[in-house]
């Protein structure tokens, strides 16, 4: 019923940049809109676990990066309703990996940032990102 669509992988070299967007399309019941939480980026490597990479709260825009990225990786909302962008800067090899998109909808009042796997709820097939010379 909730589905979301990432685009914009590829493969490039290391020092290049990429930007990836993430629609989120449906309803989570047959006459309610889509309630947006939060969106967030994850990434999993191969033989690694699944790991946050950006967060961005859909009530007041406040953001959050996982200690790698910070400085040049870039969450925003796109001009798309329920649509978020991943602007990647400076790749490094260490950015390789399938990006996830993923959707919070429901409010946990104990949080500010939704940081763990479990906390979405709707969760995109994914993007591959491969930073080699």
């Known amino acids: 019923q909730v589905h979301l669509t990432e685009t914009g992988g590829g493969l490039v070299e290391p020092g290049a940049s990429l930007s990836l967007s993430c629609a989120a399309s449906?309803?989570?019941?047959?006459?309610?809109?889509?309630?947006?939480?939060?969106m967030g980026w994850f990434r999993q490597a191969p033989g690694k676990e699944r790991e946050f990479v950006a967060t961005?709260?859909?009530?007041?825009?406040?953001?959050f990066y996982e200690d790698s990225v910070k400085g040049r990786f870039t969450i925003s909302k796109a001009h798309a309703q329920n649509s978020v962008e991943l602007q990647m800067n400076s790749l490094k090899p260490e950015d390789t990996a399938t990006y996830y998109c993923?959707?919070?909808?429901?409010?946990?009042?104990?949080?500010?940032?939704?940081?763990?796997?479990?906390?979405?709820?709707?969760w995109g097939r994914g993007t591959q990102v491969t930073v080699s010379p």
């Open positions: 993923a959707l919070v909808t429901t409010y946990d009042p104990g949080l500010f940032f939704y940081i763990r796997s479990p906390d979405y709820d709707f």
């Open positions: 449906g309803h989570l019941f047959a006459e309610r809109p889509l309630n947006v939480i939060a």
């Open positions: 961005i709260n859909w009530n007041n825009g406040a953001t």
